[in-house]
């Protein structure tokens, strides 16, 4: 049985750690804010584009671009985000189980020609998993410029790299795997795919009444093909700084949970 002394040691050690996790909490709540102010920031512009494009697909004309082409993946990128620091519970850790399960499901489905997957691991904790996924099949490529907080200047050298590397026919398929950010309380997994565009995805906006005349200028292939890149990197955006909200989100429930525990063992101590 502890001593009084070893008690009152342990009271102290776990009231110094109640009162750090609630610092972390509340830190952690205030960059969430933080955070979900630059994400509603964000979503104008890529409704704006969005908007865009549907006025150009109700008009009645033809258009085509690289970026819509779809060929077959024999180099499929994936963009793997995560964060910088710890203390978020199971945050990154499901984000890295996701990517696995879409390389194992590649593997199983393999025929004669393997699929090479390009593995681009943004944060430091996903720089680090990055490393145990090397094999015969993935490949590691840091993009030095790009980390957990980078800023929009980054974001979008970054995409715009990417999106030449398609083009280029270095790469067949670029799909991001981030957390979707719901609300502080619910946080999904998701993958999107950045490249090639889908068809579905273009049409997801609301339908543009036909009886209005627009006039378009030069012509509606060459703003199409101006307007296509500035979709794939609102998509780009919206989904790190989704990732980055939920992220405190976690982090704030971890905090609030370990805050808990504290005051339950203070009571029990």
Do not use: W
């Not at 512009?45 to 690289?66: C, G, K």
């Not at 024999?74 to 793997?80: S, Y």
């Not at 399960?101 to 681009?120: D, G, K, L, S």
């Amino acid at each position: 049985m502890a001593s009084m002394r070893d008690l009152k040691g342990r009271i102290g050690s776990v009231a110094s750690s109640e009162k750090i996790t609630g610092a972390m909490k509340m830190i952690s709540s205030a960059k969430m804010h933080k955070a979900e102010s630059a994400l509603r920031r964000v979503r104008p512009f890529r409704d704006q584009i969005q908007n865009t494009i549907d006025h150009l697909i109700s008009a009645d004309a033809e258009y085509s671009s690289p970026l819509t082409e779809i060929r077959p993946v024999k180099r499929r990128a994936i963009v793997l985000l995560s964060s910088d620091e710890g203390l978020c519970g199971a945050f990154n850790m499901n984000l890295f189980k996701r990517t696995l399960e879409i390389i194992n499901q590649a593997r199983m489905a393999e025929t004669e020609n393997p699929v090479m997957f390009v593995v681009y691991p943004i944060g430091k904790k996903a720089s680090k998993f990055a490393q145990k996924l090397v094999g015969d099949n993935v490949e590691i490529v840091t993009a030095d410029e790009m980390t957990a907080k980078s800023s929009a200047e980054d974001i979008a050298r970054f995409t715009g790299e990417l999106t030449r590397e398609f083009i280029a026919g270095k790469v067949d398929c670029v799909e991001v795997v981030y957390t979707h950010y719901k609300s502080a309380s619910k946080q999904i997994l998701a993958t999107r795919q950045l490249l090639p565009i889908a068809a579905d995805d273009l049409a997801t906006g609301e339908k543009v009444e036909r009886n209005k005349p627009y006039l378009f200028e030069p012509d509606v292939n060459t703003i199409y093909n101006e307007v296509l890149p500035l979709y794939v990197l609102s998509s780009m955006q919206e989904a790190i700084c989704s990732n980055r909200v939920s992220e405190q989100a976690a982090r704030v429930m971890a905090m609030q949970s370990a805050n808990d525990n504290a005051k339950e063992l203070l009571d029990e101590l």
